[in-house]
């Protein structure tokens, strides 16, 4: 059985992904990682924003497609994956497939706080920031509770870790 991570954009999801799969001795795969290693492993220095920029929204969330279903033979692992990954919703029935999906709920104040401090992604405007991350995280919150198995106060590891290890057990 797999556990899935998704939730907005410094959510923590590979932060506390590789730390989950460390101690529950399980595989740590990265969507955006997977994207960028399997569709563009030509340049080494590039960044899952640079090649949203790059490709535009339609081809980044076709190859999101593709890479998603490769999860579809994965087992045992922790799965992080892109902010925008259940926007699709084939997307949502390959990852309900192949495991639970845990949200990983930060409150937004601490999500704009940092966003503010990392480079913007590339699919927010140039103007009415603010604006734009905030009615984003109210679409977006509403939709990665509605796809969720469990939803999990993520402002710190050790709340995730408890949570996972009433899920799954403890290690």
């Known amino acids: 059985m797999n556990i899935v991570l998704c939730g907005f954009k410094n959510a923590g999801k590979t932060t506390f992904g590789s730390k989950l799969a460390k101690k529950y001795a399980k595989t740590f795969i990265d969507t955006d990682l997977m994207i960028l290693n399997e569709c563009y492993c030509d340049d080494d220095n590039l960044e899952i924003s640079r090649l949203y920029s790059r490709v535009g929204n339609t081809e980044f969330r ?79 919150d509403t939709l990665y509770r509605q796809v969720a198995d469990y939803t999990v106060d993520a402002t710190d590891f050790v709340s995730v870790s408890e949570f996972i290890a009433g899920v799954y057990g403890s290690k």
């Open 62 to 140: 076709q190859l999101e497609r593709v890479i998603v279903n490769k999860l579809r033979n994965v087992d045992d692992s922790v799965i992080a994956t892109g902010g925008g990954t259940v926007l699709d919703e084939c997307n949502v029935a390959v990852l309900r497939d192949v495991g639970n999906i845990i949200y990983l709920d930060v409150p937004k104040e601490i999500l704009w706080e940092r966003f503010t401090i990392n480079p913007r992604p590339a699919y927010f405007p140039q103007s009415n920031i603010r604006q734009y991350f905030d009615d984003l995280y109210l679409q977006r």
